[in-house]
């Protein structure tokens, strides 16, 4: 019969607290939206407030070009994220 290892088995290495920290990393890839709302806010100069104008302008092809930068922005750190988990 099998023992198991749940009891402080000597045998069996620490795991890697790594996959916290590129968990953490995927958040900011998440926050990153979050900008359009900053940079509204305090007024900065910057693609979120290009976004923000752009709708209230109704410039298409500025806001079609604006989201899929932001949504290919997105996928990338979530791809870099899933790899280091490899």
């Known amino acids: 019969m099998q023992r198991s290892s749940a009891g402080g088995d000597p045998s069996h290495p620490a795991k890697c607290p790594a996959p916290h920290y590129y968990t953490v990393r995927h958040f900011d890839g998440v926050c990153a939206g979050g900008s359009?709302?900053?940079e509204q806010a305090?007024?900065?100069p910057g693609l979120g407030r290009t976004l923000v104008t752009a709708v209230i302008e109704r410039d298409i092809i500025v806001v079609q070009n604006l989201?899929?930068?932001y949504g290919n922005i997105f996928i990338l750190i979530n791809v870099m994220v899933d790899l280091s988990y490899a």
């Open 42 to 44: 305090f007024g900065v």
């Open 67 to 69: 989201v899929f930068l």
């Open 36 to 38: 359009v709302a900053t």
